[in-house]
């Protein structure tokens, strides 16, 4: 009887054991990841590679998928189907709520696209522990890259995220790529998720940022998400203008045709 309770007593505890490590193991925010990590340094490589020695090349910019998979499915398959574009940029918000599963979910879908493409965080995908799990899967939250002669300097403007303790958006890493690589680009574009003057951005720091954007060679134009709208506009009232990218949902892209001296912008409905 002795032996049969001590059996029982240690099936009980080794059931509770896997219960509370298969707890553990599905837990939303683990950042315990699955499949592919460090995903945009390797794509910018592919696109630095096969854009070098382009004068004129094409860049599709999506953004803000959230939960809406199906849609981000059909907007994968679209791009696809056109074979025309040399790369994609995702301006962030891969994510509703920043979980594992959601930042697995978008991303085996974004592997499917037949071009290289990098992502930008947006401030859902800073909830819970969301941050680490970007940087696990993607990198660095700020990076740059070159296509042809053009830099884009892609930046983390999330600062409600911080409490707007952090350096966000980071004026020394802007400062940096002003020069970084110098020889090797003529023109700069810029993207961001969270653009000035609104809810995310650090607005304290709005005609600071605008001076800093003024110092880029050869500065072309900005590219946003988060406003859900495919929105153009020139929010500091001067020639610079911006493009927000609009919402998977809303199922429109845009795409830029960088050309040696300008460049072109279509609107694409899928």
Known sequence: MKKKLRFIRLSLCSSLMLLLSSCFETHPYDVKIEGDSDINARQMALIESQCANKGTFRVAFISDNHLWLNDLRDEVEDLNRRGDIDFVVHCG????????????????????????????????????????????????????????????????????????????????????????????????????????????????????????????????????GHDHGDKVSAPYNDNLIFYGIDCATHRNYRIFTITPDSYEVEQVYF
């Open 93 to 224: 918000d891969l994510t509703d709520t920043a979980t594992r599963d959601e930042f697995e979910w978008s991303r085996d879908i974004l592997l499917g696209l037949h071009y290289p493409f990098v992502v930008l965080i947006g401030n859902h995908d800073f909830l819970g522990t969301g941050n680490q799990t970007y940087s696990q899967m993607y990198g660095e939250m700020n990076f740059s890259f070159i296509a042809g002669r053009v830099k884009f300097v892609c930046l983390n403007t999330n600062a409600t995220e911080y409490d707007y303790l952090a350096a966000v958006p980071n004026f020394d890493y802007m400062e940096a790529q002003m020069t970084e690589r110098r020889e090797q680009f003529d023109r700069t574009i810029v993207v961001m998720h969270a653009p000035p003057f609104g809810d995310q951005f650090n607005n304290n720091v709005c005609k600071a940022f605008r001076r800093y954007l003024d110092l880029f060679p050869g500065l072309m134009f900005c590219v946003n």
